[in-house]
């Protein structure tokens, strides 16, 4: 109750910038839900929010741009598009048909990995590249044998991104 009537005490004289700390911390699910939908409208009214929060799934999922902080330094600020794009990774991952031991060597030049026991292949790429070689890859495979069942696609969270970052700087 005290987290609804500070939200609604920030509210009452309609800011057009509404700074949230931590907003969604130690409050139930359906606080959170109600919480953000009531942020998303203010957002979409023209309203500029500066959130600060530990759960960056919220900000990945709120934010327009993105500032890191470590150690109390700001080490980025972003837009959050250009950031996943540029520091965010894609993976193929292909479950095979028969589990290898060892990527072939006639595969080196990829940037391929042995997962789940050798029954699946990841292979990451840079997305901003003209070429991802994910058809030169696939080619490859079929030349030396490997053939596989199905394939799916992943992407860095926002979450694997500041990881990275912050682990970077330690």
Do not use: C
């Amino acid at each position: 109750m005290k987290r609804r009537v500070m939200i609604a005490k920030a509210l009452a004289h309609e800011p057009r910038i509404l700074f949230l700390d931590e907003p969604t911390a130690g409050v139930d699910v359906e606080l959170r839900q109600d919480m953000w939908q009531l942020v998303r409208k203010l957002r979409d009214n023209g309203v500029t929010i500066i959130l600060t929060t530990h759960y960056i799934e919220e900000a990945e999922e709120m934010a327009d741009r993105v500032g890191v902080i470590s150690k109390g330094e700001i080490i980025l600020v972003e837009d959050k598009t250009e950031l996943m794009r540029k520091l965010g990774r894609k993976q193929l991952t292909l479950t095979l048909q028969s589990p290898l031991d060892a990527v072939p060597e006639t595969l080196a030049g990829y940037d391929l990995a042995l997962a789940a026991g050798g029954e699946e292949l990841v292979f990451t790429y840079d997305t901003k590249a003209e070429r991802t070689g994910i058809t030169a890859l696939l080619q490859g495979l079929g030349d030396v044998g490997i053939r596989f069942s199905d394939l799916r696609t992943s992407q860095s969270s926002l979450e694997d991104i500041f990881v990275s970052l912050v682990r970077d700087r330690s």
